[in-house]
């Protein structure tokens, strides 16, 4: 994909998939389309076979582009009516009279990325319709509630959307508008990739019967395209809407097999598990303005001279943390985070060389007086790695301060200490609700966050014998960088000997990660290995 297509977002669909929306959305000759955003006009020409399938006219086909050489290129096409084809921003579109379907795949591309005017139309389009957004959302969302103003009453939308849609908190608004205006919902998610060659993971949107309502969206989960096209469905489910608003990971848990839900539900309901906010409590690290600069390397050091009273020793990214083991004790690298409280000649020079450089003029920098001192330096009990593709929790048991690569975690409860959290932290129980609850990047990285990782289920119940040789065990494994196995370390001693599981519930817990993993890993990506 060029870099160019990428910046605005032009993900183009492959044509079976087009041609499954096209045949859903148009059910009749005389139905209207309106393509959205045409690209390299995939939806077009899936679009007007089916018109041509049913007898219908090319007459009936609408669509709008906004990239000039895209929609030149396109003009050609002696199958169109170019009266119908719009070179535009879709937003900027006024509604002339209404339509049947709308079928597409919107731009993928963030808000914070356009012009202020291009984003100030995004957001004043889905407030037109009820829907709040703010600039950290992308444009898909309102291309999608203004594509809802082009419908007619019954009328259909059919549209491939980021996965996204289905965890982020700022797409909520999105669904509660979705509740109010169609009768019927369905997502659509294979494991196979909508879109080849590019991190992006995509669902199916299915919405019917505009200006109805519903409680319920249904879910269905195919492994491939040929399974999704042959309707040969994984799994199946009628999700609440509530779920969604809730942030509970629904469209994520009804990959599951329904006896591992059962579980998971007991075990949250007699008390077995708990929230891990309950307990501790996780957040960002410190945040610098340049990393550089305020983690001065040992030769920066020297040729400054700065002094050890205004170094604070840290831990500023996941690599320094593997194959440390479970307690970190020592100096990481000799990493020291520069925290000027007592200024000598030494460090004026230093500040003198950011100034000069232009660091006290960062965004974060700018913002704080002085621009030196980096504020919200805590100490954290442990320390989270945030992107991995199993976490790595250790032991703050030398007191480092940690930089905002990681996330930091402060114990709640006083009947806890960090070693006895360690031992609860590490089973596949966690492991599993770490896959239920955190979401991953297109490439399948996890990317642990606050919010997410604070309502991580997690054991109730403190170790009992045998906790400093299961330690010695999980400070094996991750010196060994075996990860993994420190998760699987604590199935009988946490699992089955505290919590009084079964083998066989462990194992159904173990087949879920194994689900999820798949899940997390799109079949094409994962092929190119």
């Known amino acids: ?89 879709f937003l900027s579109v006024e509604s002339c009279f209404p339509i049947d379907t709308v079928i597409g795949n919107p731009p993928y591309v963030r808000l914070r990325h356009l012009d202020i005017s291009s984003a100030r139309l995004a957001i004043a389009r889905t407030e037109a319709a009820g829907v709040k957004m703010t600039r950290d959302g992308s444009l898909w969302m309102p291309f999608t509630v203004h594509a809802c103003s082009f419908l007619k009453p019954g009328g259909r939308l059919a549209l491939v959307l980021p996965f996204e849609i289905t965890h982020v908190k700022y797409a909520i608004p999105l669904w509660e ?3 109010r205006s169609f009768e019927h919902i369905t997502v659509i998610r294979t494991h196979e990739d909508l879109f080849p060659g590019i991190e992006e993971e995509t669902v199916l949107l299915l919405a019917e019967n505009y200006t109805k309502t519903t409680d319920f969206v249904q879910h269905r989960v195919y492994l491939t395209h040929h399974d999704l096209l ?74 400054y001279g700065l002094p050890p009273l205004n170094l ?16 970190l004790s020592d100096p990481v690298s000799e990493t020291s985070l520069y925290y000027p409280v007592a200024i000598t000649a030494e460090d004026r020079s230093y500040i003198k060389f950011g100034e000069k450089t232009g660091i006290n003029n960062r965004y974060k920098c700018k913002a704080r007086h002085p621009w030196y001192l980096t504020p919200g330096i805590e100490i954290p009990d442990v320390i989270l790695t945030v992107f991995s593709e199993t976490p790595i929790l250790v032991l703050n048991s030398a007191g480092f301060a940690a930089s905002n690569s990681l996330l930091c975690g402060f114990l709640k409860d006083p009947a806890t200490n960090p070693e006895d959290f360690a031992c609860r932290w590490y089973n596949s129980l966690v492991l599993l609700s770490i896959e239920l609850n955190i979401h991953s990047l297109g490439g399948g990285v996890l990317v642990l966050i606050p919010g997410e990782v604070n ?38 001693f946490l699992l089955q000997n505290c919590l009084g599981l079964t083998p066989g519930q462990i194992e159904l817990i173990k087949n879920g990660i194994a689900t999820l993993q798949h899940w997390r890993k799109p079949h094409n990506k994962r092929k190119k290995k």
């Not at 604070?312 to 307690?327: A, H, M, P």
């Not at 906790?467 to 604590?490: N, P, S, V």
Request: net charge positive; hydrophobic share 40%.
């Open 1 to 89: 994909m060029s870099s160019d297509a990428r910046a605005r977002g032009a993900y183009y669909t492959r044509l079976n998939i087009a041609r499954y929306l096209a045949r859903w959305a148009i059910r009749k000759a005389t139905d209207t389309v309106l393509e959205p955003s045409f690209g390299n006009g995939a939806f077009i020409d899936a679009a007007l076979e089916r018109l041509e399938e049913l007898g219908g006219s090319k007459q009936n086909l609408f669509a709008v582009e906004v990239h000039q050489e895209t929609y030149q290129n396109f003009l050609s096409n002696q199958s169109i009516n170019p009266e119908n084809f719009v070179n535009a921003d």
């Open 230 to 303: 042959n309707n040969v469905p994984y799994r199946l489910a009628a999700i609440p809407l509530e779920t969604i608003y809730h942030r509970q990971k629904p469209f994520v848990k009804s990959l599951l097999e329904p006896d591992l839900r059962h579980l998971l539900s007991d075990l949250a309901c007699y008390g077995t598990t708990v929230p891990l906010q309950a307990i501790c409590k996780f957040k960002i690290g410190y945040v610098t303005g340049d990393k550089h600069f305020f983690h001065p390397d040992r030769d920066i050091k020297k040729k």
């Open 455 to 492: 309502n991580l289920l997690f054991p109730a119940i403190s170790p009992g014998k045998g906790k400093h040789a299961f330690l010695k065990k999980i400070d094996f494994c991750l010196k060994a960088e075996q990860t993994a196995k420190a998760y699987q370390a604590g199935d009988q």
């Open 312 to 327: 604070i020793n840290t831990v500023k990214n996941s690599r320094q943390l593997r194959g440390r083991g479970l307690f």
């Open 177 to 179: 508008f979705f509740s």
